[in-house]
């Protein structure tokens, strides 16, 4: 992490490797001496949000938020995305351990803070929005979800999904499973199918479709917290679900937890689009992926060897163009 420059001096070129040591400290202390920045921090460490809604949490105007944003920004604290006209601000993954030494304890410092009691009461609200706003789509869209998906998407992708699969004697994760059409095509293949969605719409039509299908477990929980054991499927699916989630890395470590060593994620996603409007009627909380930007999250969530392809769009498919990416689990934990 660099020191910003206007706290912290440059160590002179002729200086031994420890002497920047210093400089650097005093522009991670600078980062942190300030009661915004500390609760900026304390927010994205928890979650990907927008500046819109840290402003909300914080109930600070977007000039302040924007100008501690950047200063946390320059001095390596955190990275920045743009998504569609809005940017989104994380923890950076990549602090220097000295910088995360730091943050530990100012962390543990500012514990049982009222103003960060206060901010995390009000992230929680905004979270909770998130997530009902999807569940609003899905709760309308489950009885007519497969031909809109079908009429949007094509209806090649969960063969795409399959080709990549399927030796028999395997269980396989279908995460975020919807109403069961790719859990329905995965039971005569495989020996068992464990089946998680959030949506209790989703999950009713399912339990309609997979009835007297003896190898396929329903689940409702959330992506983030899998109600499976570690290393229990051979493989694992996540099938237009990801453009659901701001933030994807907390699913994508799950999926990682719960495969076998070895064992192969396949993702079908939308590849990034600029058709706001889209992403709003169904949804979906961001604009699709670029090939690198999913590479990255796949690798970060300790999955080994990432690839992304897209996938020709099927004549008639009305919808934004797809990407189909591969990883496996380490081979050895």
Request: glycine letters at 8%; one cysteine or more; aromatic letters at 4%.
């Amino acid at each position: 992490m660099k020191p910003a420059a206007r706290t912290a001096p440059r160590a002179s070129p002729a200086a031994a490797p420890g002497a920047a040591r210093p400089a650097a400290l005093l522009g991670w202390m600078d980062g942190l001496g300030d009661e915004t920045r500390l609760r900026l921090l304390r927010l994205l460490e928890r979650e990907a949000l927008s500046v819109q809604e840290l402003c909300g949490v914080l109930r600070l105007p977007q000039s302040t938020v924007s100008r501690h944003l950047k200063t946390l920004t320059g001095q390596g604290w955190l990275t920045a995305r743009r998504q569609g006209t809005a940017s989104y601000y994380a923890f950076a993954e990549e602090a220097e351990a000295g910088a995360r030494r730091l943050w530990k304890v100012a962390r543990a410092e500012t514990d049982g803070w009222a103003a960060a009691e206060q901010d995390d009461l009000r992230l929680e609200a905004r979270l909770k929005a998130r997530r009902q706003g999807a569940e609003a789509f899905f709760a309308g869209a489950a009885a007519d979800w497969e031909g809109l998906r079908a009429q949007l998407y094509g209806r090649r992708l969960e063969g795409e999904a399959l080709t990549a699969l399927l030796p028999p004697g395997w269980t396989v994760a279908d995460l975020g499973c919807g109403t069961g059409a790719l859990a329905a095509s995965l039971a005569p293949q495989v020996a068992r199918v464990v089946a998680v969605d959030q949506s209790a719409a989703m999950l009713k039509a399912a339990r309609r479709r997979l009835a007297g299908v003896e190898n396929v477990e329903l689940h409702r929980a959330g992506l983030e917290a899998l109600p499976l054991p570690d290393a229990s499927c051979d493989a694992a699916l996540l099938v237009l679900v990801l453009t659901y989630l701001a933030d994807v890395g907390p699913a994508l470590a799950e999926a990682a937890r719960i495969l076998k060593p070895g064992g192969p994620l396949v993702v079908v996603d939308l590849a990034r689009h600029a058709d706001e409007p889209f992403a709003r009627r169904l949804g979906q909380a961001r604009l699709g992926f670029a090939p690198a930007d999913l590479s990255r999250a796949l690798a970060t969530a300790g999955l080994a060897a990432p690839a992304v392809r897209p996938l020709p769009p099927e004549p008639g498919a009305t919808g934004p163009a797809l990407l189909l990416a591969t990883a496996r689990a380490p081979a050895r934990r």
